[in-house]
């Protein structure tokens, strides 16, 4: 048996990762024709937008691609059958969100989209495919995944010549960096027990990443892996806002303890950067993955031991939210209140397990006025990310897409994500804007208080000790 030359992809998902991965693909491997397919058809039409600023995934650096690879050799499609059919090889990218009912609800990965995804491959599926798990899934999952294989190939009509093998390739890249990140990885981690069929997909990455980036474990290890690297991330955010507390009450700066300690080459100063608590679609799901099967093995130590990433993440949020509200004199009933910045994080449309969201609901709760201002992210998302406490209080909220006018007669500013813009404010026309007395309030640590302390609000800042 030879290595499989890889002719045709399948990618299952047109999401955050499906789209900018077959995009990177599909531009170093011009003799690859990849197909990404999707149930939903509002997401495959924009991606299909003859205006590519339409698409409907913002990160930097992926227009320019998909000008180049769409209907050359990227397709966007909700034909699922045909596009089986075809590939020699399918990803399945699809979401694999906390499950919220029934064993494990709360905690657990539901992996029905895996699952229903995988029987659309075994039952359409024709010669050898090599099946990859791109999803982030709990550990064992590609046993699963397998097994259906093996059972619904019973149902595809050309049975016969039908087989399958199943790796493991879970996606590192995070939102907002997506096409550096798939350009220039730090490393690709393929999990699988059959060599062929990693060779072939090892041979779709060195056509721009080098050999030695490109490490291979055994499935279980490659899936345990992607769950431990984004709950140590998570870890270091959660650390680093603990300490955050402390530096408040005690005087010290939270950027001096930052970069004392990650001066420590065993520590490095990536991602200590203390905020409103971390969001995105990832870091919490996995953790409470993780804790679950931990219990599910009869580990509830370790299991109580990650859950505390989670919960000082979400006690961050809280305790923000709280000092807000007491620094208004307990009570923001009618007051204005300018919020920049509603992603998760800056370079990104992504609004998913937001600080923001939590922050703007309780707000609105209490009676503020809110203008939300971001560059990405429209009012529609953020009508449904506010849900009913946005509806009840559809008045008290509105959008700006207009930074300057944001801040007119407001009692306070909240930044809670880092976009560029958010640090280049002229805070001297804001101060004559705002009303007095007023407060601007940086969770994100992006202004500069030295700045800012001559002018006539006052000034609160994450980590910051004079916060006393
Ligand atoms: P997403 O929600 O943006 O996209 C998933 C897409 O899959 C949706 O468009 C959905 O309609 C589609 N889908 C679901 N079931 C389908 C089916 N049976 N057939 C066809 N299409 C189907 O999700 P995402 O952010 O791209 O994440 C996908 C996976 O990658 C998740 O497991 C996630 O944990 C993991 N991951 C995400 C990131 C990230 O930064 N977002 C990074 C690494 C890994
Ligand atoms: C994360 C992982 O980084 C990535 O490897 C994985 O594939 C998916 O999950 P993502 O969630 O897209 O990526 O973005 P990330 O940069 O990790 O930020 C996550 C959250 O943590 C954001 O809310 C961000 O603002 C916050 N964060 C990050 C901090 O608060 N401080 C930091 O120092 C870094």
């Given at each position: 048996?030879?290595?499989?030359?890889?002719?045709?992809?399948?990618?299952?998902?047109?999401?955050?990762?499906?789209?900018?991965?077959?995009?990177?693909?599909?531009?170093?491997?011009?003799?690859?024709?990849?197909?990404?397919?999707?149930?939903?058809?509002?997401?495959?039409?924009?991606?299909?937008?003859?205006?590519?600023?339409?698409?409907?995934?913002?990160?930097?650096?992926?227009?320019?691609?998909?000008?180049?690879?769409?209907?050359?050799?990227?397709?966007?499609?909700?034909?699922?059958?045909?596009?089986?059919?075809?590939?020699?090889?399918?990803?399945?990218?699809?979401?694999?969100?906390?499950?919220?009912?029934?064993?494990?609800?709360?905690?657990?990965?539901?992996?029905?989209?895996?699952?229903?995804?995988?029987?659309?491959?075994?039952?359409?599926?024709?010669?050898?495919?090599?099946?990859?798990?791109?999803?982030?899934?709990?550990?064992?999952?590609?046993?699963?995944?397998k097994t259906i294989l093996k059972n619904n190939s019973k149902k595809n009509p050309s049975?016969?010549?039908?087989?399958?093998?199943?790796?493991?390739?879970?996606?590192?890249?995070?939102?907002?960096?997506?096409?550096?990140?798939?350009?220039?990885?730090?490393?690709?981690?393929?999990?699988?027990?059959?060599?062929?069929?990693?060779?072939?997909?090892?041979?779709?990455?060195?056509?721009?990443?080098?050999?030695?980036?490109?490490?291979?474990?055994?499935?279980?290890?490659?899936?345990?892996?992607?769950?431990?690297?984004?709950?140590?991330?998570?870890?270091?955010?959660?650390?680093?806002?603990?300490?955050?507390?402390?530096?408040?009450?005690?005087?010290?700066?939270?950027?001096?303890?930052?970069?004392?300690?990650?001066?420590?080459?065993?520590?490095?100063?990536?991602?200590?950067?203390?905020?409103?608590?971390?969001?995105?679609?990832?870091?919490?799901?996995?953790?409470?993955?993780?804790?679950?099967?931990?219990?599910?093995?009869?580990?509830?130590?370790?299991?109580?031991?990650?859950?505390?990433?989670?919960?000082?993440?979400?006690?961050?949020?809280?305790?923000?939210?709280?000092?807000?509200?007491?620094?208004?004199?307990?009570?923001?009933?009618?007051?204005?209140?300018?919020?920049?910045?509603?992603?998760?994080?800056?370079?990104?449309?992504?609004?998913?397990?937001?600080?923001?969201?939590?922050?703007?609901?309780?707000?609105?709760?209490?009676?503020?006025?809110?203008?939300?201002?971001?560059?990405?992210?429209n009012e529609s998302q953020i009508d449904i990310d506010l849900g009913e406490v946005g509806?009840?209080?559809?008045?008290?909220?509105?959008?700006?897409?207009?930074?300057?006018?944001?801040?007119?007669?407001?009692?306070?500013?909240?930044?809670?994500?880092?976009?560029?813009?958010?640090?280049?404010?002229?805070?001297?026309?804001?101060?004559?804007?705002?009303?007095?007395?007023?407060?601007?309030?940086?969770?994100?640590?992006?202004?500069?208080?030295?700045?800012?302390?001559?002018?006539?609000?006052?000034?609160?800042?994450?980590?910051?000790?004079?916060?006393?």
């Amino acid at each position: 048996m030879a290595v499989k030359n890889i002719q045709s992809v399948c990618c299952i998902g047109a999401g955050y990762v499906g789209g900018p991965t077959m995009a990177v693909i599909a531009d170093n491997c011009p003799n690859i024709n990849i197909t990404i397919v999707d149930l939903n058809k509002e997401r495959i039409d924009l991606w299909n937008s003859d205006d590519v600023t339409k698409i409907p995934i913002f990160e930097p650096g992926l227009q320019k691609i998909i000008k180049k690879v769409r209907n050359r050799n990227l397709f966007f499609t909700t034909e699922i059958a045909n596009s089986i059919k075809n590939a020699d090889m399918v990803f399945i990218s699809v979401n694999t969100p906390t499950k919220t009912k029934g064993i494990g609800a709360g905690r657990a990965s539901d992996i029905s989209w895996v699952e229903a995804c995988t029987r659309q491959v075994a039952r359409y599926a024709t010669g050898e495919t090599i099946v990859v798990e791109k999803s982030t899934i709990p550990v064992r999952t590609a046993e699963a995944v397998k097994t259906i294989l093996k059972n619904n190939s019973k149902k595809n009509p050309s049975k016969e010549g039908c087989s399958f093998s199943v790796l493991s390739n879970p996606e590192f890249l995070a939102e907002g960096t997506a096409i550096k990140d798939l350009q220039n990885p730090d490393r690709i981690l393929i999990g699988g027990d059959d060599e062929l069929s990693i060779q072939a997909l090892k041979n779709i990455y060195l056509n721009w990443v080098s050999e030695e980036k490109v490490i291979t474990t055994n499935l279980w290890s490659s899936e345990l892996s992607k769950l431990t690297a984004n709950a140590f991330l998570a870890q270091r955010i959660s650390s680093i806002n603990s300490i955050s507390a402390l530096c408040e009450v005690t005087g010290a700066d939270i950027n001096e303890v930052k970069k004392a300690i990650g001066l420590d080459t065993r520590i490095g100063q990536k991602f200590l950067n203390a905020g409103p608590g971390f969001g995105g679609s990832c870091f919490k799901k996995d953790i409470l993955n993780l804790t679950y099967l931990c219990q599910h093995f009869g580990l509830p130590e370790v299991s109580s031991y990650w859950e505390q990433v989670v919960s000082i993440n979400d006690w961050q949020t809280y305790r923000i939210y709280k000092m807000v509200i007491n620094k208004l004199f307990g009570n923001v009933t009618n007051k204005k209140i300018a919020i920049l910045g509603f992603a998760f994080k800056a370079d990104t449309n992504d609004t998913r397990e937001s600080p923001a969201i939590f922050i703007c609901k309780e707000l609105l709760v209490e009676g503020a006025f809110l203008t939300i201002h971001d560059p990405k992210v429209n009012e529609s998302q953020i009508d449904i990310d506010l849900g009913e406490v946005g509806q009840e209080n559809r008045s008290n909220w509105s959008y700006s897409d207009d930074l300057l006018k944001t801040y007119d007669n407001c009692d306070a500013i909240i930044i809670l994500t880092e976009w560029e813009e958010y640090k280049k404010i002229n805070w001297d026309f804001v101060s004559n804007k705002m009303n007095s007395p007023s407060w601007v309030f940086d969770t994100r640590k992006i202004v500069s208080p030295e700045e800012v302390k001559n002018y006539d609000f006052n000034f609160w800042q994450v980590g910051l000790g004079n916060n006393i």
